[in-house]
């Protein structure tokens, strides 16, 4: 069983910065990508930005050059460091990561439980 732990959220004006932060802990074999997505109310939840363990990176436009996701891989731990915060940036940020599990070497995703971001105008 793999858990996430989701942090950092909270309630910024805009223009602000906020750091979300991302712990994956149990049976980690490895991990390969981890991300992050988000989901405000009456819309699909989207891909915000995601990292590969190698460290390539991959952001949606709409936070191109405001937002820069980074990993710890020792500690197994994503980040999504959030500047310029505008209010349509306000949504439950969620965390995702594709564990290679140690059980059966078998590759499965996982969902963090999500951390509130609202950004106030």
């Known amino acids: 069983q793999v858990q996430l732990v989701e942090s950092g959220g909270g309630l910024v004006q805009a223009g602000g910065s906020l750091r979300v932060s991302c712990a994956a802990s149990?049976?980690?074999?490895?991990?390969?990508?981890m991300g992050w997505y988000r989901q405000a109310p009456g819309k699909q939840r989207e891909l915000v930005a995601s990292?590969?363990?190698?460290?390539?990176?991959n952001y949606a436009d709409s936070v191109k050059g405001r937002f820069t996701i980074s990993r710890d891989n020792a500690k197994n731990t994503v980040y999504l460091q959030m500047n310029s915060l505008k209010p349509e940036d306000t949504a439950v940020y969620y965390c995702?990561?594709?564990?290679?599990?140690?059980?059966?070497?078998?590759?499965?995703?996982?969902w963090g439980q999500g951390t509130q971001v609202t950004v106030c105008s």
């Open positions: 995702n990561a594709e564990v290679v599990v140690t059980t059966t070497l078998a590759e499965v995703g996982y």
């Open positions: 149990g049976s980690i074999f490895s991990i390969n990508a």
């Open positions: 990292i590969i363990s190698g460290g390539s990176t």
